[in-house]
């Protein structure tokens, strides 16, 4: 299913955020509920026991396909695998560099 959505696209931005920053930031949600800067009305964050694991498992069962994908990233398209804050951060400095140029970062 996402690699159909993949291929429409003309840029994948995968957040490849390590499992401990990503259980780390799910659990801190879970005590602090409204505190997000993005909630999806109804849709309460939630810490339960499939969730975690999920987290847990993300880099054996998905991340694999995700980096794929990125890789595969066809003629004038692009894929970006972004690890850290700091990387994510520098790719968002750049999209608005780029944005008021009037150019796109693919």
Known sequence: R???WAATRDALVFLD???????DRAVQRARNPGTRPDPI???PERLTR???RW?????R???PKMLELVAGMGA???????RTDDEIERFLADAAVAAVAGRTIV
Do not use: H, K, N
Not at 17 to 23: A, E
Not at 76 to 82: D, Q
């Open 61 to 63: 069962t998905q991340r």
């Open 2 to 4: 996402v690699a159909s």
């Open 17 to 23: 955020v390590p499992r401990r920053i990503c259980l």
């Open 55 to 59: 987290i847990w498992r993300y880099e």
């Open 41 to 43: 009305p109804g849709c």
């Open 76 to 82: 004038g398209r692009r894929g970006f695998a972004l």
């Open 50 to 52: 499939d969730f975690l």
